[in-house]
């Protein structure tokens, strides 16, 4: 979905548990070169480079790979972009999540009690073939490089602008981006849209939910015209407004 010049809302489809599911990176772009907003699950390459065409942005344009938080609908096809992209790609994230992102760590939500309840709640009706390789996936989660850290308050001059936003909460690395050309912002996981209204992150995804709300503090510094949030799409109105309520713990 295009949103305004050089930003571009990625709309990656896949299935999941027996169903399908939408992610929305985000993908920002100038003459220079293009940042791609995190990577989607594993096997969903072809899917983001079928997505860049669309948006008629060639997929050597992208330089730079923004990976927004360590979780698997975020890391999951970092390493299969940059094993067929031509071109040289820098990787970007926080200096928290660059060792679960990297391997070397466990990724925190991957708690033995979790992979049994995401083992349990697999329908029936899923092929055997398919919930191995689902959890042969939670057992050995994707990992991929990280170039360059992140810690908040950077500005990287692609695009327009983009300045680096640190949302602790869902992860402890958590981060948002403000596009200043379209004041736009891309929140990552630290808000969702459900049936057409902006609301905060996804309790039963976000281990510290107090620090979530409190980081949504840090976005009433910057006139936002538009949200694009990972699970859920893009979310125009009273933004700001909307937003101090959620801050304030308002539903």
């Known amino acids: 979905m295009h949103i305004a010049k050089g930003i571009e809302m990625l709309e990656i489809t896949v299935p999941v548990m027996g169903g399908t599911d939408t992610f929305c990176p985000a993908l920002i772009w100038d003459e220079a070169g293009a940042v791609l907003i995190d990577t989607g699950v594993p096997g969903a390459a072809q899917k983001f480079k079928e997505a860049a065409a669309e948006a008629s942005v060639p997929w050597d344009l ?36 660059r060792p679960y992102i990297e391997g070397d760590k466990m990724l925190l939500k991957l708690t033995p009690d979790a992979v049994a309840a995401a083992e349990a709640m697999i329908p029936p009706s899923v092929p055997e073939e398919w919930k191995r390789a689902f959890l042969h996936v939670l057992a050995h989660p994707p990992k991929g490089r990280v170039d360059q850290t992140l810690t908040g308050g950077e500005y990287l001059p692609i695009g327009g602008g983009i300045t680096i936003i640190h949302t602790p909460g869902h992860s402890p690395g958590h981060l ?47 006139e936002i015209d538009q949200v694009i949030c990972y699970h859920g799409g893009l979310f125009r109105g009273d933004v700001n407004r909307r937003i101090a309520e959620l801050a304030q713990g308002d539903h």
Not at 71 to 91: F, M, P, R
């Open 62 to 97: 992208v330089r730079t790979i923004l990976i927004t938080h360590q979780d698997i609908d975020h890391i999951g096809s970092l390493q299969a972009l940059l094993e067929q992209s031509q071109s040289k790609i820098t990787v970007f994230a926080h200096e928290i999540e």
């Open 176 to 222: 948002s981006l403000y596009h200043h050309a379209s004041r736009t912002l891309i929140a990552a996981d630290a808000l969702t849209v459900r049936g057409g209204q902006l609301s905060g992150p996804d309790a039963a995804a976000t281990p510290d939910m107090a620090t979530a709300l409190q980081s949504l503090h840090k976005f009433a510094e910057f």
